[in-house]
Structure formats: structure tokens, C-alpha cells
């Protein structure tokens, strides 16, 4: 009964030095310019701590190796604890207690009710230092391993953080006597409502983790979505943001993009061009064929591996074609579209010094032998004057017969 007794007072200990405290901040601040004043000092001393924490990290981690995570945590602390010491601050300062119990029934305010709301506070900068060493952790690791893009690398932070959070919470709920059971069957008929409502959004909100993990793309390749293409600017839960070669923003809805055949043009850091011409029938193909590598060899915007080569493609119908095929490295559409204006104007003039010729469409006319006259079904020849008023008269006289008939 003894320890019972005595587990029973420590609350209310606390409370008794919690209130202590409260009622000799409160009246060191009668009136309401103390109390602005306070504020304004206690504004000052907060920035003059974050400042001093973001100036003294960075020399700590320039004078230390491999503490990086233990100074950021220590800051992390120092920081999230100067924020919520400085709310309770304001809070006692400007009666913001009193106004609680004026509210709240007054069996709440119990030494159990101030422990709880002390291990909740304390929970959530826990979670809050937790996430910011995660971050940290996750940035290294990908940073070492190269195993995670900056992009992925924050949305591993964000998911492990929901989780971190969603741990504080449950535990808050144990603390305060909550059944977290109750609030899982209240949250699936919600999510079962919600989901009917917003059935293509949660779609989009699940292809985007799988196109963010599956990793299609990245930022700033060079894809064709659809009927889209440009470069990659923005990837989000939600959407794919493109950049077109007309300067133009398209947003693609993330199932749309998991639904579509996605072409990712930069991905290996080459990409193979190839441009079509057509010589004339009486060119030495393989001459020509020759000539064209040649030509493209000799570029600074072609790759030398693989080798540019030339095949033929058909016989069309003034020439025959050719296709020249090469690659360029680190793709873009500015450059492809340079490579190919450079590699045209150089076979174009490799051509004309080789004297091979690039035909343009050309057609052929003519003509049957004219006779004097046609031939008719029982095989006599009418001139062309004779027959024209054998039909004039013909049709003179059937015009007479209908007028008869009539």
C-alpha cells in the first residue's frame, strides 16, 4: 500500500511543481506589455539558437569524421526542443493554462493527464528527430551506394516518415487509453467510401509509387509517353510532369503513364539516328555506300562505336534508298536535331564531290500515235469530223423519234 501510496503522489508532485512554476512565470508578467515584451525576447532567443545551431553544425562536421548523423541529431534536438520550449513558454505567459482549465472538465487536469501529455509531446519530437535522422541515413546510404536517385532518396524519406509517424500515433493512443482497434474499423468503411469516390485518383496515387520505385525513368530523360514526348521535369505521387520541345508543360496522370508504352530515349546515354537519301539508278551503290560512312566518320557529333554504317532500304521510285544510320552519346533533342542538320550538309557535300546524284521525282510522259480517225464495231474507220456528226445527227434523230413517240 506503501509503494501504492507513494506511485500515487509522485503525479501529484508534479502537478504541484508544474503549477509552482506556471504561477511564478505568470507573475513575473502581470501585465500585457511584460508579456509582449517577453514575447518579442523569447522570438529573439529562439532565432539566435536555430541561427547558432545551422552556423555550428556545419564547422562541427568540417572538424569531425564520420559524426555527421550524431551532429545532426544533436541539432535536430536542440532545435524541435527550443520550438516546443518556446510554445509552452507563450502558452503559460499569456494565460493560455488557465483558459485550458477553464475549458477542459476540471477531473481531467490530473497528474495522469499532464504525465500523458508530457510523454506526448515528448513522442512527437521523437518521431520529428526520427525522421530527420532517417533522412539523413537514406541520403547517405544512396549517396554511397549510388543505389537511390536524389528523387527516390526523398521519397524513401517521406514514406519511412508516415510510418515513423503512424508508430507516434498508435503509441499516443496507448497512452491515452484509446483503442486503436475502433479507429481502423472507422478508417476502413472511410476508405471504402473514399475509394469509391476517388477511385482514378487512388490509382494514379498507387502507380505512382510503382513507377517511382520501378524507376522507368528519371529526371531529365529524354521519354516518349503516348503521344508525348519531351524531357522529364517533375515526378510526383500524382502525375508526370514533361517538358515538350515546345517549351510546353504536360502533366500525365501516373496510371495513364503505368497503362502506356513508355520510350526512354536516354536512358543508356546513346542514341542510334537514322537519316534516309535516295541515288539515282546509275549510281555504284556501294560506292555510295562508302562514301556516306565516310562522311559520317569524319563528324564530332557521331560516335565512333559503334560504327555509323549505311544500309539499303528499297527501290523507290526515282531512286534507290539508303539509310544512315548512327549514334550520338548523352542525348538530347537539341542535339539530335544538330547531328542530323551536320551529318546532312556533310554527305550532301561528300555527294556532290563524289558526283553521286540525288534524283528528285521525276515522271515520264507519252503519248499513242494519233490516226485520223477511231475504229468503229463493224471495223470501218470514221474520220473524227464525220463521226462527230454521224453522233450529232444520231442523236438529232433520236431527239425527232422521242418527239414522234410523244
Do not use: C
Not at 215 to 233: A, C, K, M, N, Y
Not at 385 to 395: E, K, L, P
Amino acid at each position: 500500500m506503501t509503494q501504492t501510496d507513494g506511485g500515487a503522489s509522485t503525479p501529484g508532485a508534479v502537478v504541484e511543481a508544474l503549477s509552482a512554476l506556471v504561477d511564478a512565470i505568470q507573475a513575473a508578467f502581470p501585465t500585457a506589455e511584460t508579456r509582449v515584451v517577453a514575447s518579442l525576447v523569447g522570438v529573439i532567443v529562439l532565432a539566435a539558437v536555430v541561427v547558432a545551431a545551422r552556423e555550428i553544425g556545419p564547422r562541427l562536421k568540417a572538424r569531425t569524421e564520420d559524426r555527421d548523423l550524431l551532429i545532426e541529431s544533436v541539432r535536430a534536438v536542440v532545435v524541435t526542443s527550443s520550438v516546443v520550449a518556446f510554445g509552452l513558454f507563450l502558452v503559460v505567459v499569456w494565460r493560455g493554462v488557465g483558459l485550458a482549465v477553464g475549458v477542459l472538465p476540471t477531473d481531467t487536469i490530473t497528474g495522469r493527464a499532464v504525465v500523458r501529455t508530457v510523454l506526448t509531446v515528448g513522442l512527437l519530437v521523437l518521431a520529428t528527430v526520427t525522421t530527420r535522422l532517417t533522412k539523413r541515413g537514406i541520403r547517405d546510404f544512396g549517396r554511397r551506394n549510388g543505389a537511390l536517385s536524389d528523387h527516390q532518396t526523398e521519397i524513401t524519406h517521406h514514406v519511412v516518415q508516415v510510418g515513423v509517424y503512424a508508430v507516434a500515433l498508435l503509441v499516443v493512443f496507448t497512452v491515452w487509453g484509446v483503442n486503436p482497434g475502433n479507429l481502423l474499423v472507422g478508417a476502413g468503411f472511410a476508405g471504402i467510401v473514399l475509394g469509391l469516390a476517388a477511385r482514378q485518383t487512388l490509382g494514379a496515387v498507387l502507380a505512382g509509387f510503382v513507377v517511382l520505385f520501378s524507376r522507368p525513368f528519371e529526371l531529365g530523360d529524354w521519354v516518349v509517353i503516348g503521344d508525348q514526348e519531351g524531357v522529364v521535369s517533375d515526378i510526383t505521387i500524382v502525375n508526370t510532369r514533361i517538358r515538350t520541345f515546345d517549351e510546353e508543360y504536360v502533366m500525365i496522370p501516373n496510371d495513364v503513364v503505368t497503362d502506356t508504352e513508355v520510350v526512354n530515349r536516354s536512358r543508356k546515354g546513346r542514341l542510334r539516328l537514322n537519316l534516309d537519301v535516295g541515288v539515282d539508278y546509275d549510281t555504284d551503290v556501294d560506292r555510295a555506300a562508302e562514301v556516306a560512312e565516310e562522311a559520317m566518320r569524319g563528324h564530332d557529333l557521331v560516335m565512333s562505336a559503334p560504327n555509323p554504317h549505311v544500309v539499303l532500304t528499297g527501290f523507290d521510285d526515282s531512286s534507290i534508298g539508303l539509310r544512315l544510320r548512327f549514334y550520338i552519346d548523352n542525348p538530347s533533342a537539341r542535339k539530335m536535331w544538330k547531328a542530323r542538320t551536320r551529318v546532312t550538309l556533310a554527305v550532301k557535300r561528300a555527294f556532290d564531290e563524289a558526283g553521286i546524284k540525288i534524283p528528285y521525282p521525276q515522271r515520264e510522259l507519252s503519248g499513242r500515235a494519233e490516226t485520223d480517225g477511231f475504229r468503229v464495231a463493224g471495223g470501218e474507220e470514221l474520220p473524227t469530223a464525220q463521226g462527230s456528226a454521224a453522233n450529232t445527227q444520231t442523236d438529232g434523230g433520236g431527239a425527232d423519234r422521242g418527239d414522234d413517240d410523244a
